[in-house]
């Protein structure tokens, strides 16, 4: 076992990789020389595995995992931690944004008795619109799943054996590391560090992935968005029996006639689309319990440097 493992899900990342890999080695050394460093290639179609595969033999602490395709970030974070056998684990990005020299800071404080120390980026190098898009994806995230989560904090921290062991035993087949650290609990503080900038390329994160990504950890993580429809139907049928009220007394009072086909077939287009969009919730939900019962693994391993 050793006493720190670092964990890297790998997309595309052939430029930047070998000198990931120099400042890793940098960094970690001081703290230990008893570590491991887990590349997970996910799928990225690059020449990433040749130099993971080559770096893993000049250097036995150094180990590489490949997927069978492209299972996302957080199912290759899966993947790694499922491997890591360290008193230590830290998780972080490939692109060199989260900056190797910060981990002997994220370590020394998580030793002063942290199970958790998850890093704080105080000023983000993201374009402006990206920083909108994704405070409007925390905010969004944070009520559905009815935790906190922070634009500023993503997977980029140091967690103790316990932590990872815990994190292991959650086997939802929508991974999202950040709402499962939140969830498990343990004794936690972040700390702000220097955010690096980008070796090459943009994120791989799109709004389109942005948006299925928060969709998919809402219906997996929470049943607020059932709580949500179930206030829709009150509040819609409260309305309902006050404007019944209104129509009755207009009735009786004024005598006034109101035209009868236009408010049925508004009601029932209305109510027919309510329905439908009732039915749609519940069935996700079903759907989602349907994946859960097939047990599908959240990722596939292709090859290790081991094999």
């Known amino acids: 076992m050793a006493h720190v493992a670092v964990v890297v899900p790998v997309y595309r990342a052939e430029a930047c990789l070998r000198e990931l890999l120099t400042r890793l080695v940098r960094s ?16 990225g179609r690059d020449g990433s595995w040749a130099i993971i595969d ?23 974070i899966a993947a790694g931690i499922d491997r890591a056998d360290a008193d230590w684990v830290v998780i972080m990005d490939c692109d060199l944004q989260d900056k190797p020299e910060e981990i002997p800071r994220l370590y020394a404080h998580a030793k002063n008795g942290f199970d958790i120390v998850r890093a704080r980026r105080a000023r983000r190098r993201h374009s402006l619109f990206r920083r909108a898009v994704s405070r409007m994806f925390y905010a969004v995230l944070s009520y559905l799943t009815e935790t906190r989560q922070d634009p500023t904090i993503a997977n980029f921290g140091v967690y103790s054996r316990k932590t990872i062991e815990a ?18 609990g343990f004794r936690s503080d972040t ?11 943009t994120s791989s994160y799109d709004l389109g992935k942005l948006l299925r990504l928060a969709f998919n950890v809402m219906i997996s ?3 607020r968005p059932l709580r949500l429809v179930v206030k829709l139907g009150l509040v819609l049928s409260s309305l309902s029996f006050i404007a019944a009220l209104i129509l009755f007394v207009r009735g009786v009072l004024v005598r ?3 035209p009868g086909w236009s408010s049925v077939m508004v009601s029932i287009w209305f ?3 309510l329905i439908i969009f009732l039915l749609g919730v519940v069935g996700i939900y079903v759907g989602k319990t349907f994946e859960l019962t097939k047990r599908k693994p959240p990722y596939i391993i292709d090859t290790t440097t081991e094999a």
Do not use: C
């Open 221 to 223: 993580f929470s049943e």
């Open 191 to 201: 700390l702000d560090i220097e955010h690096g900038e980008r070796a090459r390329g």
């Open 167 to 184: 994190v292991r035993m959650t086997r939802e087949n929508v991974r999202y590391f950040p709402v499962m650290i939140q969830w498990v």
């Open 28 to 43: 970690i050394e001081p703290i230990t020389r008893d570590f491991q460093i887990i590349l997970v290639e996910d799928g």
């Open 271 to 273: 109510l027919s689309g």
């Open 256 to 258: 006034q006639v109101v």
């Open 54 to 76: 080559e770096s893993a033999r000049a250097d036995h602490r150094i180990k590489g995992i490949r997927l069978s395709r492209n299972f996302g970030q957080h199912a290759a």
